[in-house]
């Protein structure tokens, strides 16, 4: 698909006119052109890091700032935000986002990330099978490692900090 606004947005001195941007959406038909001749074109966001399967509204904890990740975990467990999240999916450590669901709070994470105009996003979650990267309409990058709350064993997933270091091969 080939979207043809009036004109590309580059920077504040900078602007091209006619712009072609091809979006990759497999779904769509590779020939289809979509003219928009009042609109102008922005260059998309990237979101470095999200948790897509936890945007909470109402953020979760009240206590801000806290001294460590640990604290706000465990103040967070028992925020309002997160227990409704809980009746969709719970975090029983397995971090199978491709399981039930969790699918579903990804998908609004996504959501969320259109609607603010980001087109890559770091899910900072552990890594996933490559079904989980491939199921979106925007880039999930896969290429990362993470660890979260080291004093609580990596409570959001994944294995040891030494474990998830090696797993980078130094990249």
């Given at each position: 698909m080939k979207i043809i606004p009036y004109k590309a947005i580059i920077n504040s001195e900078e602007k091209k006119s006619p712009h072609i941007i091809l979006p990759d959406l497999n779904s769509l038909d590779p020939e289809l052109e979509y003219s928009c001749p009042d609109c102008?074109?922005?260059?998309?966001?990237i979101n470095s890091h999200d948790h897509l399967i936890?945007?909470?509204?109402?953020?979760?904890?009240n206590n801000a700032p806290?001294?460590?990740t640990d604290i706000w975990v465990e103040e967070m467990k028992n925020s309002?935000?997160?227990l409704e999240r809980n009746r969709i999916?719970?975090?029983d450590g397995t971090f199978?986002?491709?399981d039930g669901n969790v699918r579903l709070l990804a998908q609004l994470g996504i959501y969320k990330n259109i609607f603010s105009g980001c087109t890559v996003v770091q899910d900072h979650a552990p890594n996933q099978k490559s079904e989980y990267y491939n199921q979106f309409p925007i880039l999930v990058t896969p290429d990362y490692r993470q660890c979260h709350s080291i004093s609580l064993g990596n409570w959001w997933g994944g294995r040891s900090a030494s474990e998830e270091w090696q797993s980078t091969k130094g990249k």
């Open positions: 102008h074109a922005y260059p998309p966001f936890g945007n909470w509204i109402p953020k979760a904890g806290y001294q460590t309002d935000s997160v999916w719970f975090n199978d986002l491709m």
